[in-house]
């Protein structure tokens, strides 16, 4: 619980000073943020109650976060200008080493022979020793 308070208290922090920064500037829309505020709350209350309550496990919030913040990089990269051209070529390549390395990773564990060595031991006493000289 420590650690959670102290970051809510680092983002509070922070996000008040980059708030009014970016409002005297004049790029903030206040019905905009309002709205994202309420539904950051509301969905904060919503989703901590069916987590801790066990409705939804917590690997499964893991993981459709996962495959929001996926979606969401896909829509930066793909809408934006050829700027962010070098970081969707990055991502293929960075997903394409993952998934040769998961295949090989299966296929070794398909063709790895399991080793024992009481049966290594017990094939070389049985197999009749020939003699290492000649006479």
């Not at 680092?10 to 903030?28: D, E, R």
């Not at 989703?47 to 829509?75: D, M, N």
């Not at 070529?89 to 295949?103: D, F, K, N, R």
């Not at 398909?110 to 094939?123: A, G, N």
């Amino acid at each position: 619980m420590e650690l959670s308070t102290n970051s809510l208290l680092l983002m509070l922090v922070i996000g008040i000073f980059a708030f009014l920064h970016y409002y005297h500037a004049g790029f903030v829309k206040l019905e905009a943020a309002g709205v994202l505020a309420l539904g950051f709350a509301v969905g904060a209350y919503f989703g901590g109650r069916l987590v801790t309550s066990g409705v939804v496990p917590e690997k499964t919030l893991r993981v459709l976060f996962g495959f929001l913040l996926a979606y969401l990089a896909a829509q930066m990269m793909f809408r934006s200008d050829r700027r962010t051209w070098a970081a969707t070529v990055t991502t293929v390549m960075v997903a394409a080493y993952g998934v040769a390395y998961v295949s090989m990773r299966l296929l070794g564990r398909r063709l790895e022979k399991e080793f024992s060595v009481r049966d290594d031991v017990m094939s070389r006493i049985e197999e009749p020793v020939a003699p290492d000289y000649e006479i």
